[in-house]
């Protein structure tokens, strides 16, 4: 053991855990007086009583440190190794800067970007830019587990030359091993943002991380794909470091390098003592939060600003979150599901321009069989909650398809006690020859919002190009569109995939009965077409998740008049509660909660002994889900007289724009294009059978029904030239997937 040195810089260390205790330990083992400063009493206390403990290869070794918490630390900072999480970066520094020395400074030695951060608080000049890669552990209280060699850059932040300081840095840092000077940190720092996406998503699953990597080299690719593309925006040079090499890893590169660096990569992770990430344990372990989700905040707002998607990336923080308090839930099938997400791009070929024209050109021929089509089908009743009707509207559908596409390779029809049953026909590909062999799902509902009745005081009416009726935009011009599609094909002769018909007849009240059996088909299938109504001629790449939920208050009855103290009113706790409920809207985080439906009390004379609030909530990301359900389950009574019980569910799951969403919506634009159409997609609010088939991993192209707009209002509307636009699109799209 070496005593400390005053000839040695003198170092203090904030954050003592698995990188500040392994640098403080080499430091102070060379002769260097060092303090580690740790809002861990335990910890502390450790250090304190048998000085900082490394352990390597079975043995362990000491070495003195002072050792102190924040609040009892009583002096000035002078060189400052910083090391806590990303989350506490902004508390550290607040508590840095005013003990630090007009020329003291501050190493940013974390995971993620934090030196802008830190600058702000201490100033860019007093701030050194850093890159850290050590393969460490806290295994107990004042012990490190030092997990085998990595590596460490340090230099000026910006960019700027390396410095005296940095030098000066770098050479006390010999003590731990092959620290390195840079003026290019930056390009280490987004190179190791790709790295720790594959630890973070390596996290989801309770395995090695090099095996995990390894057998999911998909989902790995598309990770660092996501972060590299940033990166590359903003004009940064990647390093490579220890086993990892960016450079094959990047967008466009060529994938037997790719595989030859998955290969060098797993073979030294395999060698390390470590095989599971501090993500990993921090879920498993220490059951506290991650740290992770912290780091890409830059990376996320980056990309948004630069229109650059982040899907896999974001999949993975939030599926982190869900683990939080719940790591029985890792399992590999959540790095599977996210493989599916990485698929390459769709293969499709764009029929010719005069093709795509023949297309609409047929359309505009049949318009006026289309729109008959609409007005027997709009004449046919089917309230979602009236199932004979459903019934009725059924059976004509089936005789209708018979007519117009012939009889179907094969018929399902999936009996529904409650609801309307569902239909699946499966109609057989015309000359394609597209590898991809899998049916494209074209998914409806033939239900509506209407109740029984509605069709005797507003029939379907055609003014001109204005068509108005129950259900014409919401959905029934869509599967209008859809079946002349598929005509339109076979007339002229062009390929066409396999194609999957399935209409439910539960859609408008949740797709409660058919969800399962949506999802079960949508897994086998290529593609889902949803011929939901367009947003202002928009298709839909994202749609919010969806909860349905009921707070139900007891009270105690009494006489409001003679005995107004007696009882305890469930009307005012759920005054109480719905005021509350409101501040878990968030506008920013795209979550809305409506408290749409009060009922309570019986009589204005009785205090009410029970009331119910039914409540929509819309959800942009599975981490609101996740904040918003925890919420909903704290909810206690202000008066403690009264019981307050939430029921309900999510409906929906949340629908988003995944990198095969965003192909197919391209490819979508394109056939636009050669209809001389410019098609824009958009995210909504609203939920459909999209938000099932999207989390299941298949990708989604929804809002391709009708052109029109008043869902779900008596100005509900569509029009005979949107019908053949879309008809004519939906045409081309499956003609390009056929090619």
Request: aromatic residues 6%.
């Amino acid at each position: 053991m070496t005593a400390p040195s005053p000839e040695r810089a003198a170092y203090t260390v904030v954050g003592a855990g698995a990188i500040g205790g392994t640098l403080a330990f080499a430091l102070a083992r060379a002769g260097h007086p060092v303090t580690v400063v740790d809002t861990d009493p335990a910890h502390v206390a450790a250090i304190r009583a048998d000085g900082l403990v490394v352990e390597h290869g079975g043995t362990r070794t000491s070495v003195p440190v002072a050792a102190t918490t924040p609040e009892e630390f009583d002096g000035t900072l002078g060189r400052v190794l910083l090391a806590v999480k990303a989350q506490a970066t902004a508390t550290a520094a607040a508590w840095i800067a005013p003990r630090l020395a007009p020329d003291g400074w501050v190493v940013s030695l974390q995971n993620g970007f934090n030196e802008d951060l830190i600058a702000r608080h201490v100033g860019a000049r007093r701030t050194v830019a850093a890159f850290v890669n050590i393969f460490a552990d806290v295994i107990e209280p004042g012990v490190i587990l030092d997990g085998g060699a990595g590596a460490l850059v340090l230099g000026e932040p910006a960019g700027a030359p390396v410095s005296a300081r940095v030098r000066s840095l770098v050479s006390d840092l010999h003590s731990w091993g092959p620290a390195l000077a840079s003026d290019n940190v930056e390009g280490y720092l987004w190179a190791k943002a790709g790295f720790g996406a594959m630890l973070a998503a390596t996290a989801l699953a309770d395995a090695p991380m090099a095996d995990l990597i390894d057998r999911h080299r998909a989902t790995m690719t598309g990770l660092t794909g996501e972060i590299f593309a940033v990166s590359d925006r903003l004009g940064v040079t990647l390093e490579a470091f220890d086993a990892f090499d960016p450079h094959p890893l990047q967008p466009g590169q060529d994938p037997a390098a790719r595989d030859a660096a998955f290969d060098r990569l797993t073979s030294w992770l395999r060698t390390q003592t470590k095989d599971r990430s501090g993500i990993w344990r921090d879920l498993a372990v220490r059951h506290r939060p991650v740290e992770a989700t912290t780091h890409y905040t830059g990376v996320f707002d980056h990309a948004a600003r630069e229109g650059l998607p982040t899907t896999l990336l974001r999949t993975v923080m939030d599926g982190l979150l869900e683990l939080e308090g719940a790591p029985h839930q890792m399992s590999e099938s959540r790095l599977e599901d996210l493989d599916r997400l990485a698929e390459p791009p769709i293969r499709a070929r764009l029929p010719e321009a005069e093709q795509a024209e023949a297309v609409r050109g047929w359309l505009d021929e049949h318009r006026e069989e289309m729109v008959a089509d609409l007005a027997a089908y709009t004449s046919q009743g089917s309230a979602s909650d009236d199932p004979g009707e459903l019934d009725v509207c059924l059976g004509w559908l089936r005789g209708w398809l018979d007519r117009r596409l012939g009889a179907p390779d094969a018929e399902e029809v999936l009996p529904r006690a409650s609801t309307g049953d569902i239909l699946v026909r499966r109609y057989p590909a015309r000359d394609a020859a597209c590898e991809d062999t899998r049916p494209v799902l074209l998914l409806g509902h033939y239900d509506t919002v209407w109740p029984t009745g509605t069709l005797g005081e507003w029939p379907f009416r055609r003014d001109g190009d204005h068509i108005s009726g129950p259900g014409v935009f919401d959905m029934k011009a869509g599967l209008v569109q859809a079946v002349w599609a598929l005509r339109a094909l076979d007339a002229l002769g062009l390929p066409r995939p396999s194609c999957t018909l399935m209409l439910n007849g539960d859609e408008e009240t949740g797709s409660l009965c058919s969800h399962e059996a949506i999802v079960d088909e949508s897994r086998g299938s290529r593609l889902a077409m949803v011929f939901e109504a367009a947003a202002d001629g928009a298709i839909k790449t994202a749609r919010k998740g969806v909860g349905l939920f009921t707070v139900t208050v007891t009270g105690k009855e009494a006489h409001a008049g003679l005995d107004p103290t007696a009882g305890a009113s469930a009307v005012d706790e759920l005054a109480h509660q719905i005021l509350h409920l409101a501040d878990l809207r968030d506008a920013d985080a795209g979550t809305s909660l409506n408290v749409g439906v009060v009922e309570g009390g019986t009589r204005s004379n009785v205090t009410a002994g029970r009331a119910v609030g039914r409540i929509d909530v819309r959800v942009a990301s599975a981490a609101e889900q996740k904040r918003v359900t925890k919420a909903l389950a704290a909810l206690r009574p202000v008066d403690p007289r009264t019981l307050v019980e939430v029921g309900g569910d999510w409906n929906r799951p949340v629908f988003e724009r995944t990198a095969q969403v965003a192909a197919y919506a391209e490819l979508a634009r394109r056939c636009a294009a050669l209809l001389g159409e410019n098609l824009r997609e958009t995210s909504v609010g609203g939920a459909s059978d999209g938000n099932f088939v999207v989390a299941a991993g298949t990708p989604v192209l929804d809002g391709i029904g009708a052109v029109g707009s008043g869902a779900h209002a008596r100005s509900e509307n569509t029009s005979v030239s949107g019908m053949t636009e879309r008809s004519a699109l939906t045409a081309t799209v499956l003609a390009s997937l056929a090619g």
